[in-house]
């Protein structure tokens, strides 16, 4: 990449079609996502583009009214609690699939994966049959245990990636060294595969908080997250409120991307 | 743990008996018994699979063994956790921690054991200085060079004073100058702490170099141990005559009462056993020789094939009559070099009745 970019044969006049082409695929690529935040500081009932005047009176009656801020810390607590279930465990998952010696431990694998690759619809039937006969439908328990089937294959890729790169011996010296098992992945493996750690667990949250089949069918009443109310209500009106919820998510969205970027580059610093 | 810190600075023994660990129907370990001494620097030797690391790994705690007996001093270790045998393991890659600094990668250990920070600082000085990096402390590893980092490897390896330190082809990716040059510091550093020390190698050099005694390994078990020049000068099979040192072996004439060679008595210091099936004839032991030389040469008639000038000697292959190839080393000053035949001209070569070895194809 360096050395394209110094490449002294093409000036940058002659690429200029080619940083338009970017340009013009970044707009296409963003522009849905970006359009909603105007909207949502419109004072009309009306969704409308480009709003006619600005106002917050959206976002107002969004932090006055309970039902969103409750189905906000419904998927806030969702999403955490999502993260603390399926990142240990996938993590726990990559490294003793990752050193496991047994011929099983491929086919484990990709039973693990299964998530990733059936349509969420089905995951979210078989949940939904399994969770009534458990009594877990509409519970916090449930949604979070649902979520963390479908984000634990995510956490499992990435680390799985990041031990890829750490070399085992590292391991083996820490305990001939005097560390136990546990101890040695926590001293030794754990804090260098950290950037891994990392965007694993911001997988995990974002699976949850932007997952909406699965809430359609095992969150409903005062359990319901914050992306099923939003799926709901689109069904009886389209109103600004609604790209006022999305401007939100949009920024927490980017915030977590932004921090887990920095995060990664404070690693490579360290490491140079 | 307090015996052992007890016998650290003397050394501690090490006993193995009938060590067994089979993969499948493979026996990685064949009934394995030795001895070794409190302070002994010793080199397990062998081709790659003949299960020298599998024999380390197992005195490491890392393979579990099928059955058989591993001992540290009075102490039975067989079952023990890797991390209760106080152990100090190099790797050939060192595994160094790349997120800490030099000096914390010494003192992990250190801590490990619980030792208040003067203490810790204190011996991560005199690991450092053991090591000839002293001021290197506050480095990263990414900053550190081949050399270096084993160094570091070697000083967080003894810094907590281990019963035992084992080696696993620690100095294969350095450079050949380099790599002798450690060899030396190895061994200095060995003498100054007198720990018990296992190396693995496949390097028959390196082990001659390094080492109070050898194990050749191979199949899973002990070829010959023995101190390196007894390896070296009488050794016990085909096997060990042909992975140490660079040998030439030509077979007996078979159902003989005396050893001949194609007819004629081969003549040796001592009388040879009597499953004794080849000559050893290595380079620096045999010469060109006339034909009227005295009656205490085994001589070898054939042509002279190729001269390699390698610098410090020169390289002679001679085809026998038989068709088989020896190769015999000369010296490069002048006279030698002036004195040196034609290629293709017929040569006699000599193996002094002293010099000449017979081994049997199996050890007894």
Redesign the interface.
């Known amino acids: 990449m360096m050395d394209m970019d110094s490449d002294p044969t093409v000036s940058h006049l002659r690429r200029l079609w080619l940083y338009l082409y970017c340009l013009a695929v970044a707009i296409f690529l963003l522009a849905p996502i970006l359009v909603v935040i105007p909207m949502s500081f419109s004072p009309s009932e009306f969704l409308e583009f480009p709003p006619s005047s600005l106002s917050l009176r959206w976002y107002q009656s969004l932090f006055n009214s309970p039902e969103w801020t409750g189905a906000a810390i419904i998927s806030l607590k969702a999403a955490v609690l999502t993260v603390l279930v399926a990142t240990p465990l996938g993590i726990a998952a990559a490294y003793g699939l990752q050193y496991s010696e047994m011929g099983i431990a491929k086919l484990v694998r990709s039973a693990l994966i299964i998530p990733l690759i059936v349509p969420v619809i089905i995951v979210a039937i078989g949940v939904f049959y399994l969770f009534a006969r458990l009594n877990l439908v509409n519970t916090l328990t449930g949604l979070v245990l649902a979520h963390s089937v479908l984000a634990l294959p995510f956490v499992i890729v990435v680390v799985s990636a990041g031990l890829q790169r750490f070399d085992i011996n590292q391991e083996l010296v820490a305990r001939s060294l005097g560390a136990s098992r546990v101890k040695a992945f926590m001293t030794v493996t754990l804090p260098q595969i950290r950037p891994s750690v990392m965007s694993a667990a911001l997988f995990a949250f974002i699976t949850s908080f932007d997952e909406v089949v699965v809430a359609l069918f095992v969150s409903r009443g005062p359990s319901s997250t914050l992306t099923r109310k939003m799926f709901t209500s689109l069904r009886d009106q389209v109103s600004p409120a609604i790209a006022a919820i999305s401007t939100i998510l949009i920024l927490t969205t980017f915030l977590l991307a932004l921090a887990a970027l920095a995060s990664a580059r404070g690693d490579k610093q360290q490491k140079s | 743990m307090t015996s052992d810190k007890q016998t650290g600075k003397a050394g501690v023994p090490i006993t193995i008996r009938q060590l067994v660990k089979t993969y499948g129907n493979y026996r990685a370990l064949d009934a394995l018994d030795l001895d070794i001494a409190g302070g002994e620097f010793l080199t397990l030797l062998g081709p790659s699979g003949s299960g020298k690391s599998t024999l380390l790994m197992a005195i490491?705690?890392?393979i579990r063994p099928d059955s058989g007996l591993l001992q540290f001093g009075a102490t039975d270790v067989t079952r023990l956790?890797?991390?209760r045998?106080?152990?100090?393991?190099v790797?050939q890659?060192y595994?160094?921690?790349?997120?800490m600094t030099v000096a914390q990668n010494v003192a992990?250990?250190l801590k490990?054991?619980n030792a208040d920070k003067s203490r810790i600082d204190e011996r991560v000085q005199w690991a450092l200085a053991l090591v000839k990096l002293e001021g290197f402390g506050d480095r990263?590893i990414?900053q550190l060079s081949g050399g270096q980092r084993q160094r570091v490897a070697l000083a967080?390896?003894v810094v907590?004073e281990p019963s035992v330190l084992?080696m696993d082809e620690p100095l294969s990716a350095l450079d050949k100058k380099l790599r002798e040059h450690m060899q030396i510091e190895i061994r200095r550093l060995h003498e100054k702490l007198g720990v018990t020390t296992i190396y693995v190698t496949h390097d028959q050099r390196e082990a001659l170099t390094m080492s109070d005694r050898i194990a050749v390994i191979n199949h899973g078990r002990f070829a010959q141990i023995g101190a390196p020049k007894a390896l070296y000068e009488k050794p016990a099979s085909r096997f060990v005559a042909e992975f140490i040192g660079d040998a030439t072996l030509l077979p007996l004439d078979a159902g003989q009462k005396q050893p001949t060679f194609r007819g004629r008595a081969v003549k040796t210091k001592e009388t040879p056993q009597d499953n004794a099936s080849y000559i050893v004839l290595r380079p620096e032991k045999i010469r060109l020789v006339g034909k009227e030389e005295d009656a205490g040469w085994n001589c070898f008639a054939g042509t002279l094939d190729d001269i390699v000038y390698q610098g410090e000697s020169v390289l002679l292959s001679v085809r026998l009559e038989g068709g088989e190839t020896l190769f015999l080393r000369q010296p490069t000053d002048q006279q030698s070099l002036a004195a040196l035949p034609q290629r293709n001209q017929p040569v006699e070569v000599g193996l002094h009745a002293n010099d000449t070895l017979i081994v049997p194809e199996e050890a007894a």
Not at chain 2, 85 to 89: D, Q
Not at chain 2, 95 to 99: D, N, T, V
């Open positions: 490491a705690g890392f956790e890797p991390h045998r106080n152990i100090g393991v790797f890659n595994a160094l921690f790349p997120h992990y250990p490990l054991r990263s990414h967080r390896a907590f084992l």
